[in-house]
């Protein structure tokens, strides 16, 4: 099912998480807290439209890593149902894409639940302060699914490159110290695939 993020909490500071990355290690948010700005992107293996964006989410991430910015990548889907997401899965995409960032695993869901995350992708950018600044879409480029019209979807585009536009404004600002570029268009994708029983009323 297609979703929006639903950009809640700006000025929040970010939830605390103790996850297992793709080398059974767990990392803990104060791990990534020290820097000049924080990215935490909900994703996952299977939803194209993260497949559409993961290479220049990868980039993204090479090029402002080095700059100071802590990116972190969390799967809260649920394997029973969608076992391309599953830990072992993840760590095999990890690895073929050779991921700069660590690639965690929300088995409970209870860290999507917490940052109220409904999509994949959908990204939740700190500044310096870890204070929400940034809750918007990666770019406007999507993968032509043939998906109808949606409201807040009047700038999609399916002709263009994945580029990481907005987010690369964002985080410039934020590295600059500065407030993340208005508006912010939401970002959009596959719902995140909840537990029976987990799924929340806004997911």
Known sequence: ?????RQVDYGQPPRPFALTDTHGQVRRLDEFTQGKGLLLAFICNHCPFVQHILPGLVDFARDYM?????????????????????????????????????????????????????????????DGQMKLAYCGQFDPSRPGLGHPPMEGTETWRTSV?????DMRRAADAVLAGQPAPQPQVPSAGCNIKWKAGKDPSWG
């Open 66 to 126: 080095p700059q100071g910015l802590q990116v972190v990548a969390i799967s809260s889907n649920d394997p029973a149902d969608f076992p391309d997401d599953a830990p072992e899965e993840m760590a095999r995409l990890a690895q073929a894409m050779d991921f700069p960032f660590p690639y965690l695993f929300d088995a409970t869901q209870d860290v999507a639940l917490a940052y109220g995350a409904i999509c994949t992708p959908d990204f939740f950018l700190y």
């Open 161 to 165: 490159p994945v580029t990481g536009e």
């Open 1 to 5: 099912m297609l979703k929006l993020s």
